[in-house]
């Protein structure tokens, strides 16, 4: 009996040595499925985030820059092109009709004003959406690749010209495609450098200047808010005021509004 124990023991040891050796406390362990512990955030998930929208449906600072990019592009374009073509228009006008005889002045003004407004019309389509499509192409490139790297630099302005200039001249042809393509990296060079440097001078990163920038245009829009809210707290006091004067003590109530009514159709 003695001799059977000592052997079962020695078994029961050989047994859970070899089980701590070869991993045995992996089968006290239970897998965890729902860690805790934060995900590492890749350059997708990133850009993912840029396209999404909190639960007040605002957009994000990258993209709120390229909306405003955009719409920035699309009135400076437009003034200049009209401005521009507008004026030349005018040159031309007054040149070729010197000698032209009109019916009177007022012909001679309303036939000027026609070609001054057409050529202003002309313009503005015509630069307003190549200075848009350029200049939001460029801005959207280069956040697309700050935002996937999540730093900026040089390189991304480079790349976002290079191809800004190659889809601003892409209907003309290969030549103008490497033409297009090099004056857009040239200027992406000369606008990725010049950013650096007053990024550098001032002490911040793009992203707190993007975030500083929103927060601005939220406080902006935040007392434009409260504003509004002042003045017409101060119109809803001023019809209350005139309602109390014109109406006196029988307003407080329907019961009395009433009695008000069947007085004045007994009058």
Known sequence: MISTLRHTSKHCLYSFSIISLFGGNSLDQVPNENSTVPKEETGWDRLKKMFTVDEFGNLTHEVRSIVQVGCMS????????????????????????????????????????????????KGALKWGWRLTLFSTTFVGISTLIQTYRDKSGISEYVVAGGLSGFLYKFNAGPRAWIVGGGLGSVLGLFCGVSTTLLLKLSGISMKEARYWQNHWQDARLEYGRKELQEYLHQENFAVISLHDDEIGERGKNIANLEDVKEVEANK
């Open 74 to 121: 699309v009135f400076v374009g437009a003034l200049y092109g009209g401005i521009m073509s507008s004026k030349n228009a005018y040159l031309e006008f007054m040149r070729s009709n010197e000698a032209t005889k009109f019916e009177g002045h007022l012909d001679a003004k309303k036939k000027l004003q026609h070609e001054v407004t057409t050529s202003f019309s």
